[in-house]
């Protein structure tokens, strides 16, 4: 009999909308989390400890951990502080770092993970990747998709609003990784998913085009439903070429290359797709993307993050060899270190007057 359908691995509840977190118990509650109420909850020492104080009267069976950071030695650390408890799930309340770590500790042990966000810095909230540093650097960890997914509205406005910048240079980001996965197609045969192509794709053209600003609540909202379909992207394809590609590279050459002084993921990702659009010959997109990240509050050229023009020049230089056998268009041209210093000062004068 043929297949005429596939089933899509995702969360079993998704709650976007301000006073979710009221409903996190009843969320729990559900039989296909926890039946006993036995919990393991991950937190921060900053704002997942303040909301400590809120949830546990309504969490009597849950036991707290605090998590130090958002290393692999924090993870595994956080997983054999937990195995022994015979818990019922895991549940990350937090930033990006506790949500890795929690994610990566749950699939260590075998349980489901819930995730409940308190900021919208990445598309890791619904990803099944956990990012955590290594000794190396900092390495990508395969994990099942979180089962259940809270994104308080009010929560996120409490919150940094430099986070939910963040989140929008990663969304946006979707549009040059899925032209970078279409390219490797037309060039190695690389097969390309039109599901989680077109999942990633509309998810970054949603947070491109929405005329609201970071504070709004329907722009907060179409941004977290981009960064969830982003990760159900993800897990429809089996790996991170949704939303990953040169501008990924490019963030990631900066973080290993000046590890003290990087920026935030999503404003290097943002800025990084503004460029490699513009080595692909888009340049509206380009500009269209430059225009969107200046509007709010990221940058458009290195020097807004601390990177001289050379700094930036050897970034996307040595960007390739941070995924090795990834093909994007910073493979594709294959450019010297003058070819990248002449396009980045093209790019530059281009989007010169976004930033004027």
Same mark, same amino acid.
């Given at each position: 009999?043929?297949?005429?359908? +596939?089933?899509?691995?995702?969360?079993?509840?998704?709650?976007?909308?301000?006073?979710?977190?009221?409903?996190?118990?009843?969320?729990?509650?559900? @039989?296909?989390?926890?039946?006993?109420?036995?919990?393991?909850?991950?937190?921060?020492?900053?704002?997942?400890?303040?909301? +400590?104080?809120?949830? *546990?009267?309504?969490?009597?069976? &849950?036991?707290?951990?605090? $998590?130090?950071?958002?290393?692999?030695?924090?993870?595994?650390?956080?997983?054999?502080?937990?195995?022994?408890?015979?818990?019922?799930?895991?549940?990350?309340?937090?930033?990006?770092?506790?949500?890795?770590?929690?994610?990566?500790?749950?699939?260590?042990?075998?349980?489901?993970?819930?995730?409940?966000?308190?900021?919208?810095? #990445?598309?890791?909230?619904?990803?099944?990747? %956990?990012?955590?540093?290594?000794?190396?650097?900092?390495?990508?960890?395969?994990?099942?998709?979180?089962?259940?997914?809270?994104?308080?509205?009010?929560?996120?406005?409490? &919150?940094?609003?430099?986070?939910? +910048?963040?989140?929008?240079?990663?969304?946006? %980001?979707?549009?040059?990784?899925? =032209?970078?996965?279409?390219?490797? #197609?037309?060039?190695?045969?690389?097969?390309?998913?039109?599901?989680?192509?077109?999942?990633?794709? @509309?998810?970054?053209?949603?947070?491109?085009? !929405?005329?609201?600003?970071?504070?709004?609540?329907?722009?907060?909202?179409?941004?977290?439903?981009?960064?969830?379909?982003?990760?159900? *992207?993800? %897990?429809?394809?089996? #790996?991170?070429?949704?939303?990953?590609? =040169?501008?990924?590279?490019?963030?990631?050459?900066?973080?290993?290359?000046?590890?003290?002084?990087?920026?935030?993921?999503?404003? @290097?990702?943002?800025?990084?797709?503004?460029?490699?659009?513009?080595?692909?010959?888009? #340049?509206?997109?380009?500009?269209?993307?430059?225009?969107?990240? !200046?509007?709010?509050?990221?940058?458009?050229?290195?020097?807004?993050?601390?990177?001289?023009?050379?700094?930036? $020049?050897?970034? $996307?230089?040595? =960007?390739?060899?941070?995924?090795?056998?990834?093909?994007?268009?910073?493979?594709?041209?294959?450019?010297?270190?003058?070819?990248?210093?002449?396009?980045?000062?093209?790019?530059?004068? *281009?989007? =010169?007057?976004?930033?004027?």
């Amino acid at each position: 009999m043929p297949v005429l359908t +596939r089933l899509i691995p995702s969360p079993v509840v998704v709650d976007i909308r301000p006073g979710a977190l009221e409903d996190l118990a009843s969320v729990l509650a559900d @039989q296909r989390i926890s039946h006993s109420g036995r919990l393991a909850v991950a937190v921060s020492g900053g704002s997942g400890a303040r909301l +400590r104080e809120r949830l *546990a009267p309504s969490l009597p069976g &849950a036991t707290w951990y605090e $998590v130090g950071g958002g290393t692999l030695d924090d993870a595994v650390r956080l997983a054999d502080e937990m195995k022994s408890g015979r818990y019922d799930a895991v549940v990350g309340l937090g930033g990006g770092k506790v949500i890795d770590c929690a994610k990566y500790s749950a699939a260590r042990i075998g349980l489901p993970m819930v995730a409940v966000a308190t900021n919208l810095s #990445h598309d890791g909230i619904c990803s099944p990747v %956990s990012i955590l540093d290594n000794d190396a650097g900092r390495g990508s960890y395969g994990v099942p998709t979180p089962i259940a997914l809270l994104v308080d509205l009010a929560v996120i406005r409490e &919150a940094p609003i430099r986070f939910v +910048r963040s989140g929008v240079g990663d969304a946006v %980001s979707n549009i040059s990784a899925v =032209a970078d996965w279409e390219l490797s #197609h037309r060039v190695n045969g690389e097969k390309v998913d039109g599901l989680a192509a077109a999942m990633a794709r @509309q998810a970054g053209e949603a947070v491109l085009r !929405h005329p609201g600003g970071c504070g709004d609540d329907g722009f907060l909202t179409v941004l977290s439903e981009g960064l969830v379909l982003s990760g159900i *992207a993800m %897990s429809i394809a089996g #790996h991170t070429r949704p939303s990953s590609g =040169a501008c990924h590279e490019i963030s990631h050459a900066l973080d290993l290359l000046y590890p003290k002084r990087a920026a935030s993921h999503g404003e @290097q990702v943002g800025l990084g797709a503004a460029f490699a659009m513009h080595l692909r010959g888009d #340049h509206d997109g380009s500009r269209l993307t430059a225009e969107t990240l !200046h509007r709010h509050g990221l940058p458009v050229v290195a020097q807004e993050i601390g990177f001289t023009d050379d700094e930036f $020049v050897r970034a $996307v230089e040595f =960007a390739p060899e941070t995924r090795p056998g990834r093909y994007t268009i910073l493979e594709h041209l294959a450019l010297s270190p003058t070819g990248i210093k002449e396009a980045y000062t093209d790019y530059v004068a *281009a989007v =010169a007057p976004v930033t004027g």
